[in-house]
């Protein structure tokens, strides 16, 4: 009776839960642009940071950078001073280093673009070295060394859960709507927000604590945006942009978190 | 026509000076040559041109002769496409009325004026907004929304005259969740990253792309001292002086396309 019970209860489950992750259990390593460290124009540093890109991912020792596939540079030390020597590295990108308390011999490993990657966009990363020093990546692009940094621990978990222990309903659409629903099981609500506030397509760009009301204005997506806590297990954001709604509610229960999104365009 | 006639037999008889052109191209009835003086074309054409002209190169797809018929008919009062919809379950109403077309559809500006803004909109999509007056003097501004960003030919500032191409139609974009695949994925760069999204709408396994138009009278001014989008407003969320475009819009219709709506 109770196999019965419980293979009519799947039958039933079943349609609802239409898309989960494929499990994907290799651990990734993420990388944030440290924009702050960008020189130039506001235009030079917009250009630099639409050909690098935000965020960076290693996963198996391939690296993904501006849509791009690196791979590592096989050889010894001296085999990556040599590498570094044709672009006079220490001369041009040296107080990079000293600035940002850094030093040459700190860096472990070079990284150069896959010839599967050799698209028009690529192109730029050609034979450019990708250096690895300590927990940053350091590139030379634009006559200037642009550093990612590799992200707390605790955000890499959030990111590797976010991706693989979800489960999601079929979206519904009612007029012009859609709306979302997720399950991130063993994540707390600010363990779900701190993932997605890496995708900058959420503009989550705060991080925040919990029960802390919070509204803000960004400009340059002329959004609104307002965080509201409901005791410290229900979270709802609301970005009033220009032509539309966007409405997140965050419910922890049952060590999981619920996750509802709701697009309302105008 | 007789005298015509009699310009032409008389002429017949000569060389012509270009064998190409058409004789009666050259030369009035009396013989003499044409002279068009271009300011004075100028004018003529400025004087014969409509006072308003459809957004559109092309009939929208959810017109009432097309396959999408009356339940999103834009001219219609009874869908999510009319001005005054709710949104939202009702929090707020549609503020424009949307116009469906195939993909990347040309939009252009429906008489001369000046752009006052562009920038985003929603869901991936911008906004061009323009301040307008017509042959007769009216003056507005128009708010054409869920543009294709990277199809945007013009910047603020920018003097435009009638029928100039803006830019084309856009499409709605959301995140995919993860694990998630669609069938209609789009690969698009933020900040120099490629990401996965799928189309907000999609009505009969067809992706929508559209434009979303709003019309300012200019009560409230005809610059943007006061925003367009203001969330106080309600139920509109709009400045005071919105109003519906679809008078404007069946004006425009009928001198595109000659049909009176």
């Not at chain 2, 097309?66 to 001219?75: A, C, I, S």
């Not at chain 2, 760069?189 to 999204?197: A, L, P, S, T």
Request: net charge positive.
């Amino acid at each position: 009776m109770k196999k019965f019970l419980f293979k009519s209860l799947l039958i039933i489950l079943l349609p609802y839960f239409v898309y989960a992750s494929d499990g994907d259990s290799g651990k990734k390593t993420y990388y944030s642009l440290k924009k702050e460290l960008l020189r130039g124009k506001a235009e030079e540093r917009e250009k630099i940071l639409n050909l690098v890109g935000d965020f960076a991912t290693n996963n198996r020792q391939i690296l993904i950078l501006a849509s791009c596939k690196f791979k590592p540079f096989v050889g010894n030390q001296e085999d990556i001073n040599n590498q570094l020597n044709k672009i006079d590295f220490l001369e041009n990108y040296g107080e990079y280093l000293s600035q940002n308390n850094l030093s040459f011999n700190e860096i472990s490993r070079l990284y150069f673009l896959d010839k599967s990657s050799l698209s028009n966009e690529c192109n730029e990363f050609n034979k450019l070295p990708i250096i690895q020093i300590k927990n940053n990546l350091a590139i030379p692009i634009r006559k200037q060394l642009i550093f990612f940094q590799r992200l707390p621990k605790q955000d890499e978990k959030n990111i590797n859960n976010y991706n693989n222990n979800v489960k999601c309903l079929k979206y519904q659409q009612v007029d012009m709507e859609t709306t979302h629903t997720c399950y991130y099981k063993n994540m707390t609500i600010l363990d779900v927000y701190n993932a997605m506030y890496y995708n900058s397509s959420y503009v989550f760009r705060k991080k925040i604590k919990a029960g802390e009301n919070f509204s803000a204005f960004y400009e340059d997506y002329g959004v609104d945006v307002e965080y509201k806590w409901s005791g410290k297990n229900k979270l709802e954001i609301t970005q009033y942009f220009q032509g539309g709604v966007t409405y997140y509610t965050f419910i922890y229960q049952n060590d999981k978190t619920k996750l509802i999104k709701v697009h309302s365009p105008d | 026509m007789a005298k015509v006639a009699e310009a032409q037999r008389a002429n017949s008889n000569q060389s012509p000076v270009n064998a190409n052109t058409p004789i009666l191209s050259n030369l009035s009835m009396d013989g003499k040559a044409w002279f068009i003086h271009p300011v004075a074309m100028i004018d003529y054409f400025n004087e014969n041109s409509p006072e308003i002209i459809f957004p559109l190169k092309t009939k929208p797809i959810n017109n009432f002769d097309m396959r999408f018929g009356k339940n999103f008919n834009w001219t219609k009062n009874n869908n999510q496409t009319m001005f005054g919809w709710n949104r939202s379950g009702g929090k707020r109403k549609h503020a424009g009325r949307d116009l469906y077309t195939e993909p990347e559809t040309e939009i252009v500006a429906i008489c001369d004026g000046v752009v006052l803004d562009v920038s985003p909109f929603y869901c991936k999509t911008h906004q061009i907004t323009i301040k307008h007056k017509t042959n007769s003097g009216r003056q507005f501004i128009i708010r054409y929304g869920e543009v294709d960003k990277k199809s945007i030919k013009v910047e603020v500032g920018d003097v435009l005259k009638q029928g100039t191409v803006l830019a084309k139609t856009g499409l709605l974009l959301e995140e995919l969740e993860p694990g998630e695949k669609s069938n209609y994925t789009q690969i698009i760069k933020v900040n120099g990253i490629e990401q996965k999204f799928k189309p907000v709408l999609v009505i009969n396994g067809k992706i929508i792309y559209m434009l979303h138009l709003e019309y300012y009278s200019g009560a409230n001014g005809l610059d943007l001292k006061k925003p367009l989008t203001n969330r106080s407003n309600l139920p509109y969320q709009r400045r005071a002086d919105l109003i519906d475009p679809l008078e404007l819009l069946k004006e425009g219709y009928q001198s595109t396309f000659g049909i009176e709506l």
